[in-house]
């Protein structure tokens, strides 16, 4: 009887044993930093991007499962195409048409951001995607019935199981799956990169030359090569929509000092991106070539240093910004197809 | 096969508790009264109190002997009133004169990403558009709140400068009893609101600095009685 039993043990001892060492480890993929680029900051040590982890978190972001009523993704708001915003929406909306306070950031070169949110307010790639999953006006749902419902599905399970080794669903797999899906979202093949790496064949032209000079001296202290942004805060003296009372920073760390800051945003593939600035005001990038040209209130209390002097560009000048800035698109991100809807 | 079954038992047990074989209870009180969810306490100024959610962290639990530390215990621990489990940490046997910890997360922690456990968000102690733990929350409601309800919200926490809220406790253990009891008595937070000013802190800044700083005052480690 007793040699019985402990044979039985034995062996569920040992398929268990098999089993677990035909459970094939995920296949981890290098995540490459650009030359003459900064270390990214994002810790990947506590989150190594695997293949299987990224196309996890890829159909996790395409996939309106996260919203209450399954009728929005991430990708809802944050589509390929044009940089992963939302485009030709000043702000965007979440279910049953619920509209949000802020456009849309791009998700490019998140690797390298140290906040998120145009207030900073999120300090970690990897809990950003809760937002929007609790957010009343985006999904406005919980993270109990994500969680619930990815782990009835027929699917899910076994690819959390490939990526992480369990088919167990929790916060913490489903957030790093994400990560692994977003800070995969590298944009560094424009035209300005090409030319930077001496790309053969490769040059501007004489117009985005100029654009390019003026650029270094009257927005590149914010707008730092080669992210083009130096991921601080700034008030560019935007007036205060009074419907939305948006205050910025100020909002997150109480400060009056924060007031009316927001978030530096990348420019790369701003020639898409549109409309623009944190409350989407501007529709066409010339706007804002206008605005940072004329338009700023020099005396405005809360005004950037770096901004209170007018450029005034003359006509020629402000095409000449355009053409550089358009050589920031990086067409072969935008239609990646790795990044795109999983068929 | 009884036997067999007694040493998985006991194998589980090791695995399970590993050395801990002694425990830490905390106590949650009110005015010295047991504090129970959703009991109505009325002072003797005739104010009354009712309590919807006690859940606190605590975190850094470190054990001293003579002024020098014999062990830090890293994990964080989500204390919570309505799930009687969450009120007990268990402990390695060993002889200590004194404890400290933190009430709440650390900065570090805080901006370590996701975490699992205690520190998983969906405890609702988890702040996602600032991203930071609530070190502290009391909610209920009471007739000196300002609300229509007459509700009182709490969630305290914050860990950037200058409106940190994480605070220490020390408490000299002079006591051998088994599990160890440290009461957490309310009624000195509760008596330092101001609730004509706020019946409601929801965010990091100035007013929850001010009503954690009352927080370490709230915990006591009653002597031998014999």
Same mark, same amino acid.
């Given at each position: 009887?007793?040699?019985?039993?402990?044979?039985?043990?034995?062996?569920?001892?040992?398929?268990?044993?098999?089993?677990?060492?035909?459970?094939?480890?995920?296949?981890?993929?290098?995540?490459?930093?650009?030359?003459?680029?900064?270390?990214?900051?994002?810790?990947?040590?506590?989150?190594?991007?695997?293949?299987?982890?990224?196309?996890?978190?890829?159909?996790? =972001?395409?996939?309106?499962?996260?919203?209450?009523?399954?009728?929005?993704?991430?990708?809802?708001?944050?589509?390929?195409?044009?940089?992963?915003?939302?485009?030709?929406?000043?702000?965007?909306?979440?279910?049953?048409?619920?509209?949000? #306070?802020?456009?849309?950031?791009?998700?490019?070169?998140?690797?390298?951001?140290?906040?998120?949110?145009?207030?900073?307010?999120?300090?970690?790639?990897?809990?950003?995607?809760?937002?929007?999953?609790?957010?009343?006006?985006?999904?406005?749902?919980?993270?109990?019935?994500?969680?619930?419902?990815?782990?009835?599905?027929?699917?899910?399970?076994?690819?959390?199981?490939?990526? =992480?080794?369990? #088919?167990?669903?929790?916060?913490?797999?489903?957030?790093?799956?994400?990560?692994?899906?977003?800070?995969?979202?590298?944009?560094?093949?424009?035209?300005?990169?090409?030319?930077?790496?001496?790309?053969?064949?490769?040059?501007?032209?004489?117009?985005?030359?100029?654009?390019?000079?003026?650029?270094?001296?009257?927005?590149?202290?914010?707008?730092?090569?080669?992210?083009?942004?130096?991921?601080?805060?700034?008030?560019?003296?935007?007036?205060?929509?009074?419907?939305?009372?948006?205050?910025?920073?100020?909002?997150?760390?109480?400060?009056?000092?924060?007031?009316?800051?927001?978030?530096?945003?990348?420019?790369?593939?701003?020639?898409?991106?549109?409309?623009?600035?944190?409350?989407?005001?501007?529709?066409?990038?010339?706007?804002?070539?206008?605005?940072?040209?004329?338009?700023?209130? #020099?005396?405005?209390?809360?005004?950037?240093?770096?901004?209170?002097?007018?450029?005034?560009?003359?006509?020629?000048?402000?095409?000449?910004?355009?053409? =550089?800035?358009?050589?920031?698109?990086?067409?072969?991100?935008?239609?990646?197809?790795?990044?795109?809807?999983?068929? | 096969?009884?036997?067999?079954?007694?040493?998985?038992?006991?194998?589980?047990?090791?695995?399970?508790?590993?050395?801990?074989?002694?425990?830490?209870?905390?106590?949650?009180?009110?005015?010295?009264?047991?504090?129970?969810?959703?009991?109505?306490?009325?002072?003797?100024?005739?104010?009354?109190?009712?309590?919807?959610?006690?859940?606190?962290?605590?975190?850094?639990?470190?054990?001293?002997?003579?002024?020098?530390?014999?062990?830090?215990?890293?994990?964080?621990?989500?204390?919570?009133?309505?799930?009687?489990?969450?009120?007990?940490?268990?402990?390695?046997?060993?002889?200590?004169?004194?404890?400290?910890?933190?009430?709440?997360?650390?900065?570090?922690?805080?901006?370590?990403?996701?975490?699992?456990?205690?520190?998983?968000?969906?405890?609702?102690?988890?702040?996602?558009?600032?991203?930071?733990?609530?070190?502290?929350?009391?909610?209920?409601?009471?007739?000196?709140?300002?609300?229509?309800?007459?509700?009182?919200?709490?969630?305290?926490?914050?860990?950037?400068?200058?409106?940190?809220?994480?605070?220490?406790?020390?408490?000299?253990?002079?006591?051998?009893?088994?599990?160890?009891?440290?009461?957490?008595?309310?009624?000195?937070?509760?008596?330092?609101?101001?609730?004509?000013?706020?019946?409601?802190?929801?965010?990091?800044?100035?007013?929850?600095?001010?009503?954690?700083?009352?927080?370490?005052?709230?915990?006591?480690?009653?002597?031998?009685?014999?």
């Amino acid at each position: 009887m007793k040699i019985n039993i402990l044979f039985f043990f034995f062996c569920i001892f040992s398929i268990g044993l098999i089993s677990f060492s035909i459970q094939s480890d995920p296949e981890l993929i290098e995540f490459v930093v650009p030359k003459k680029w900064p270390k990214p900051v994002y810790n990947f040590a506590k989150n190594p991007v695997s293949e299987e982890g990224f196309q996890l978190g890829r159909k996790l =972001f395409y996939d309106p499962i996260l919203s209450r009523d399954s009728t929005i993704s991430c990708a809802s708001c944050h589509l390929q195409y044009t940089g992963f915003t939302h485009v030709d929406h000043a702000v965007s909306h979440g279910i049953e048409g619920r509209k949000g #306070t802020r456009n849309s950031p791009v998700l490019i070169n998140l690797a390298w951001n140290s906040t998120f949110h145009w207030d900073g307010g999120v300090n970690n790639l990897e809990v950003q995607g809760i937002n929007p999953i609790k957010h009343p006006a985006e999904m406005d749902n919980t993270l109990e019935e994500v969680i619930h419902r990815l782990s009835i599905s027929e699917t899910y399970p076994a690819l959390f199981k490939k990526a =992480f080794g369990s #088919t167990e669903i929790n916060t913490s797999t489903i957030m790093k799956a994400l990560t692994q899906y977003t800070v995969s979202l590298v944009s560094s093949n424009s035209k300005y990169d090409q030319v930077q790496r001496k790309e053969k064949g490769i040059v501007f032209t004489d117009q985005e030359k100029r654009g390019l000079i003026l650029f270094q001296a009257h927005c590149a202290s914010c707008h730092k090569e080669p992210l083009f942004t130096n991921s601080f805060f700034a008030s560019n003296g935007l007036k205060i929509d009074s419907l939305l009372n948006d205050v910025g920073r100020y909002s997150i760390t109480q400060q009056p000092k924060d007031s009316m800051q927001f978030k530096i945003p990348t420019l790369r593939n701003i020639e898409f991106t549109f409309p623009y600035m944190h409350d989407g005001r501007f529709r066409k990038l010339k706007d804002v070539i206008n605005y940072y040209s004329e338009g700023i209130n #020099t005396k405005d209390r809360h005004l950037s240093s770096q901004l209170n002097k007018s450029m005034n560009f003359n006509e020629m000048q402000k095409k000449d910004l355009l053409a =550089f800035l358009y050589t920031l698109t990086d067409k072969s991100f935008l239609y990646n197809k790795r990044f795109s809807f999983p068929k | 096969m009884k036997i067999l079954l007694l040493i998985v038992t006991l194998l589980f047990q090791v695995f399970i508790f590993g050395q801990e074989n002694s425990r830490l209870q905390l106590t949650p009180l009110f005015n010295g009264l047991p504090l129970e969810l959703d009991k109505n306490y009325i002072l003797d100024d005739s104010s009354w109190y009712k309590f919807s959610t006690c859940r606190f962290y605590l975190s850094n639990l470190s054990f001293f002997k003579e002024g020098k530390l014999k062990e830090l215990d890293n994990e964080a621990y989500l204390i919570d009133l309505e799930e009687p489990t969450r009120l007990f940490i268990g402990i390695k046997n060993m002889q200590f004169d004194q404890i400290s910890f933190s009430i709440g997360i650390d900065s570090t922690t805080n901006v370590a990403g996701i975490l699992d456990g205690a520190l998983d968000p969906i405890n609702g102690m988890y702040w996602a558009w600032n991203s930071g733990y609530i070190n502290f929350k009391l909610e209920g409601t009471s007739s000196q709140s300002t609300e229509k309800n007459k509700s009182f919200e709490f969630h305290l926490g914050g860990y950037l400068a200058p409106y940190q809220t994480i605070q220490t406790v020390n408490l000299p253990i002079q006591t051998n009893s088994d599990p160890i009891i440290i009461h957490v008595d309310i009624y000195a937070f509760i008596r330092s609101i101001d609730f004509k000013k706020s019946s409601n802190v929801m965010i990091p800044g100035l007013n929850a600095v001010k009503l954690s700083s009352v927080l370490p005052s709230i915990f006591s480690v009653l002597p031998n009685e014999n």
